[in-house]
């Protein structure tokens, strides 16, 4: 798909004319056709897809010409359970801003529509980019915000065990806990991904003569610094998804040690019991005493003694 936005508030979808270019050309998943019209009109090769996601910095920051190309990750389905990143080129070319990517992203519709409320938000290339990266920054500072308060919240859910009835967690309350961090984790990691990706693009665009214009400048170097301290709470937040994780893991090494320690006491007292039974269980013929009139209670007194004396010694050891 091929979208238009310039001067005017209406996007154009069709063939683009020479005049045209003075703002930014969107090629979402583009066809063969709309590849050769878009290179034919502003005399560049459009980077490949496999180029686009390459990670060496020669192959997504570079200048041909008067054509600046560079390639960034974005996070797309931030909301989801499953967050990913798209790479996503942006080659300006005088006048021209054109993107390509492939897949769909929020960000995108959200700036083409204040393209379409607001004309001449893209009336040139350089203007058109400043204003999507601002897009881009001010929806990733969004989405590691709700991060960050999701975080926040999951100690109340994991602390403590049992709850004010004294009932426990079951098991899929905690998994319900650690899924959560698993896709809170996953969400803060695409972020940092994005922004060193975002922070290392903007860093080769402002040193292009293109990005020369006062006002231009200034808001390029805002965005630096935006990314700057986005990256900085990114790490920050990474931390806190760490730590409520190693949390939720010592709760439910306490809760199984203390399932163990249980059934550990559990068994030396019934020890001493058992082993009473076991002797006057043996099937000698001679045993002095089966013939006492009252071996038999007083074997139940020994057994009852031999595990209540276990019992509230544990309890003087504070174990119990």
């Not at 350089?126 to 590691?144: F, H, K, Q």
């Amino acid at each position: 798909m091929l979208r238009y936005f310039g001067q005017s508030s209406e996007p154009t979808q069709i063939t683009l004319a020479e005049e045209l270019v003075h703002g930014w050309i969107d090629l979402l998943s583009p066809s063969c056709d709309e590849e050769h019209e878009v290179e034919q009109l502003l005399n560049i090769d459009i980077p490949t897809h496999h180029d686009i996601k390459s990670i060496e910095p020669s192959s997504r920051l570079y200048r041909e010409g008067d054509a600046v190309f560079a390639a960034a990750q974005v996070v797309i389905r931030g909301d989801s359970p499953k967050p990913r990143t798209m790479s996503v080129a942006f080659i300006l070319r005088e006048q021209a801003l054109l993107t390509v990517r492939y897949e769909d992203s929020t960000v995108f519709d959200l700036f083409a529509a204040e393209c379409e409320r607001t004309p001449g938000t893209a009336r040139s290339g350089v203007r058109g980019l400043i204003g999507l990266l601002e897009a881009i920054v001010d929806r990733t500072s969004e989405l590691l915000e709700t991060v960050g308060e999701a975080v926040d919240d999951l100690p109340e859910r994991l602390h403590p065990v049992a709850d004010g009835a004294g009932k426990r967690k079951d098991v899929a309350e905690l998994q319900t806990v650690f899924a959560e961090i698993q896709v809170l984790h996953r969400r803060t990691a695409k972020v940092r991904e994005s922004l060193v990706s975002l922070g290392r693009m903007v860093g080769f665009l402002i040193t292009q003569p293109e990005l020369n214009e006062p006002e231009v400048r200034l808001r390029a170097k805002s965005i630096t610094r935006d990314i700057l301290a986005l990256s900085d709470h990114a790490s920050f937040v990474a931390q806190n998804v760490q730590f409520v994780l190693d949390a939720a893991l010592g709760l439910v090494g306490i809760e199984q040690n203390a399932i163990v320690k249980f059934f550990s006491i559990v068994a030396v007292v019934l020890l001493p019991p058992t082993l009473i039974a076991a002797i006057y269980g043996m099937n000698f013929k001679i045993m002095p005493e089966l013939t006492w009139p009252f071996g038999y209670p007083l074997a139940i007194l020994a057994m009852i003694s031999s595990a209540v004396l276990p019992y509230f010694w544990c309890r003087r050891r504070g174990w119990l």
